[in-house]
């Protein structure tokens, strides 16, 4: 009988920080909100994201010392230069805000941002709790939203933002943002075609560095390199602390497969488990791990049978991360971000908003798939393959000089390359 995977042998390199989540939470609505689930109580990392794991369990405040050392080192110890272990500067996370987060969808940025959010809440609590002599002077009170986080997507930031300005209404939306105890904006590159928004969310930043508090962003890529990003917000996200965050890598992997085996009592030999570690895509994230475990755990229980490598090999097959990408779902998520219907992208008509947009779908199709001209004509109202290579190769040309095509098109392609 295989070993159950609850009792193997501990991944080694792969160490983990129990995760946290903020009491008080609140959404895009200015109401208290439940922050989603993470996949485990705890954050695994390997080689990949250590320095995830440094940041992530910082101390809050520079420690009073004189000096301070990395944590887990012994300070006698001798570093790769042959000298006694270096001295630092003391430091606390919250002297280094804002924080950015980067990495692709599914690495884990938006979790992270709330584990450090729910850390960089401690001192407002301690605040709130505290007794009416301790309160700050100006007698503000910091019983609601400066108790609690606030956590917005960039697009979320954008249209409140839109509707304060409609309803003049702007000072109250710069008031609640101002005061919330630690700001999280989730997903800034998206925000890449909304200039206002933008110096906006640069001057809210800029505001709560002064006041001292904390602001969290995620985004896909550094905002330099995103088409559309204006230089103020990119300057006003840089100065502080910028952690990469990446991909689970082969032993992380390894060890997540392990744990979502365990938790959903699945029985993986070495073998099994050797041959899902290595044949699976050599970057997903812990969804997609998680995917592969439950493919296996239904196919044997649809079948009544134990994991085999069979089952293992089936899983894999299954979780290819864009291989589902069709022309049906291209075609839908141009129209959702154009504000167009289905319908519009396959009619006939010449109307320049429609053009563009369908132009864009078939650029996308074409270089995201390996559909033939023909058939993108042929899904397209039955244009012939001419017509599809004439589009592609004018969106290709116009994506140069046009910075909200490109910025468009760099979105909607990590949107279609993200699992699901």
Known sequence: MPPHVEDATPVAMVET????????????????SRVADSLLPVFAVGEENRFVAFVCNAPLIAEDTATATYAGTDASAEVSNGSPSAEFE???????????????????????????AARLMEPALQAAAAPARLQPRSGR?????????????????????????????????????????VVVIDDVHLMATKPAS?????SRIEFRAAEGRPTILT????????????????????????????????????????EFARRRKVTLGDAELDLLTAGLEPELPARALDSAIAHVDLRCRMKGIRPDVHAVRNAIDAIEP?????????????????????????????????????????????????TSYHQIGKYFGGRDHTTVLHACRKTATSMETDDDLRARAEELTEQLKTPG
Not at 150 to 175: K, N, P, Q, S
Not at 334 to 349: C, G, M, V
């Open 322 to 370: 864009t291989n589902d990408l069709s022309i049906d779902r291209v075609a839908k998520a141009i129209a959702r971000r154009f504000k167009l219907r289905l319908a519009d992208l396959k009619s006939s008509t010449r109307r320049q908003e429609v053009v563009r947009a369908r132009s864009l779908a078939m650029y996308l199709v074409r270089s995201m798939t390996q």
């Open 90 to 116: 003391p430091f606390g996370l919250l002297s280094l805000v804002p924080m950015l987060l980067i990495g692709p969808a599914g690495c884990g940025k938006s979790t992270l941002a709330n584990h450090l």
């Open 219 to 258: 985004s896909r890529r550094l905002p330099s390199q995103v088409t559309g990003m204006r230089p103020l917000l990119v300057s006003r996200m840089l100065p502080g602390l910028t952690v990469p965050v990446r991909l689970p890598g082969p032993e992380t992997r390894r060890f997540l497969l392990t």
């Open 141 to 181: 009170d910091t019983s609601s939203s400066e108790s609690s986080v606030w956590f917005l997507t960039g697009v979320d930031f954008a249209r409140l933002y839109a509707r304060a300005v409609e309803a003049d209404d702007v000072m109250r939306f710069r008031r609640e943002l101002n005061r919330a105890a």
């Open 17 to 32: 920080f129990a995760l946290r989540s903020p009491r008080s939470v609140r959404g895009p609505n200015g109401r208290l």
């Open 198 to 202: 933008q110096d906006e969310l640069a």
